[in-house]
């Protein structure tokens, strides 16, 4: 059974800095592009950050570009999302999903990252 499990959300004041987990089971996650998704409530889910199976590529939504860092571990079979300068609107639930080939994709149960200002 393939579990996405996220951690490290909570609350933070503006300019501060958070770093999500992502830990796959039953799955290796080399063999996987992953990105990272948020929901921020009343909108759509945007994707925040993506890698590459190697982990030699990244991209990163505009929003976010020079504040917010994507790796991975593959040997740990875990994710992770640095993120710092938080601001207010990076307020969101933040999932993780893993991408296979075809239509093969799982998501994690996501975390919560709060504005505390």
């Known amino acids: 059974q393939v579990q996405l499990v996220e951690s490290g959300g909570g609350l933070v004041q503006p300019g501060g800095s958070l770093r999500l987990s992502c830990a796959a089971s039953g799955l290796t996650l080399a063999r996987y592009a992953m990105n990272w998704y948020r929901q921020a409530p009343g909108k759509e889910r945007e994707l925040v950050a993506a890698?590459?199976?190697?982990?030699?590529?990244?991209i990163y939504a505009d929003s976010v570009k020079g504040r917010f860092t994507i790796s991975r571990d593959n040997a740990e079979n875990t994710l992770y999302l640095q993120m710092n300068d938080l601001k207010p609107e990076d307020t969101a639930v933040y999932y993780c999903?893993?991408?296979?080939?075809?239509?093969?994709?799982?998501w994690g149960q996501g975390t919560q990252i709060t504005d505390s200002s």
């Open positions: 999903q893993a991408v296979g080939g075809g239509l093969e994709h799982y």
């Open positions: 890698i590459t199976r190697a982990g030699d590529n990244s």
